[in-house]
């Protein structure tokens, strides 16, 4: 008899603009986070959100939410 698995949810996927709210989102929130925010993408090698590659939009939007971004 074969195991019987459970389908797997696809990864949430982001648009520029839903990681760009988010952000900006927290920093109104929480002002203090800038330079969490900054560090953030100094560590994906962008100046800015709309800088990141499509590819990175899923890694900075679960480190996003690491700083306490509502995604």
């Known amino acids: 008899m074969l195991p019987v698995s459970a389908p797997i949810a696809a990864a949430p996927s ?3 603009d ?3 709210k988010a952000g900006a989102d927290l920093i109104v929130g ?3 986070k800038m330079q969490a ?3 953030l993408l100094q ?3 962008v ?3 709309q800088a ?3 590819d990175q939009l899923g890694a900075f939007a679960t480190a996003l ?3 306490g971004a509502k995604l």
Do not use: D, I, N, W
């Open 30 to 32: 929480h002002p203090e």
């Open 52 to 54: 990141l590659k499509p």
């Open 18 to 20: 839903q990681v760009g």
């Open 65 to 67: 939410r690491g700083l």
């Open 37 to 39: 925010l900054m560090t």
């Open 14 to 16: 982001y648009t520029l």
């Open 47 to 49: 100046a800015s959100v």
């Open 43 to 45: 560590q994906f090698g």
